[in-house]
T-cell receptor
Framework: GQNIDQPTEMTATEGAIVQINCTYQTSGFNGLFWYQQHAGEAPTFLSYNVLDGLEEKGRFSSFLSRSKGYSYLLLKELQMKDSASYLCAVVDSNYQLIWGAGTKLIIKP | NAGVTQTPKFRVLKTGQSMTLLCAQDMNHEYMYWYRQDPGMGLRLIHYSVGEGTTAKGEVPDGYNVSRLKKQNFLLGLESAAPSQTSVYFC????????????FGEGSRLTVL
């Protein structure tokens, strides 16, 4: 079966750094997405990784290791507005997206 | 730029009633998807379409039907609603040349009593 694992919930402090991990076991791999979803809203695109390594985009960075089936999303200089769920999704061999259940990130002042 | 628009945003149904959710996109995207999102679970694919006039089953298609008569519209139908279909439904689309990024509608919250 195909499986995406993420922590259910994480808590961090405003101004700090947090790393959200995602491990996957899928039939094939054609890329990994991170999406942000605020409560009651639609998911919005954050990043896409298809090659190993770190992709940096402002305060957010995403890392991929295909050999380990592992990715993380790194959020720096946390702001209250970063409180949201973060969804990891893998593109499998049939180019379908397999979604993790999401990590709810709570930011405290 | 409207992007992906879903209607209705909220609906309450009684068991056995039927309804249709409409998704419209103005980005000329080839691929369109219907997902459901339930607490503690990832987005689950119901049906999808890779072009006008084509549809395919996703992970959880039972109890739903879809149609893609026009490229910009993707309809999701529930013929006989059941309480297990209480969920938030998201429509999404993407273009062929995109890096796979999905653009989502705002969601439709459906309650079946």
């Amino acid at each position: 079966g195909q499986n995406i694992d993420q922590p259910t919930e994480m808590t961090a402090t405003e101004g700090a750094i947090v790393q959200i991990n995602c491990t996957y076991q899928t039939s094939g791999f054609n890329g990994l997405f991170w999406y942000q979803q605020h409560a009651g809203e639609a998911p919005t695109f954050l990043s896409y990784n298809v090659l190993d390594g770190l992709e940096e985009k402002g305060r957010f960075s995403s890392f991929l290791s295909r050999s380990k089936g592992y990715s993380y999303l790194l959020l720096k200089e946390l702001q209250m507005k970063d409180s949201a769920s973060y969804l990891c999704a893998v593109v499998d061999s049939n180019y379908q997206l397999i979604w993790g259940a999401g990590t709810k990130l709570i930011i405290k002042p | 730029n409207a992007g992906v628009t879903q209607t209705p945003k909220f609906r309450v149904l009684k068991t056995g009633q039927s309804m249709t959710l409409l998704c419209a996109q103005d980005m000329n995207h080839e691929y369109m998807y219907w997902y459901r999102q339930d607490p503690g679970m990832g987005l689950r694919l119901i049906h999808y379409s890779v072009g006008e006039g084509t549809t395919a089953k996703g992970e959880v298609p039972d109890g739903y039907n879809v149609s893609r008569l026009k490229k910009q519209n993707f309809l999701l139908g529930l013929e006989s609603a059941a309480p297990s279909q209480t969920s938030v439904y998201f429509c999404a689309s993407r273009g062929v040349r995109d890096a796979g990024e999905l653009f989502f509608g705002e969601g439709s919250r459906l309650t079946v009593l």
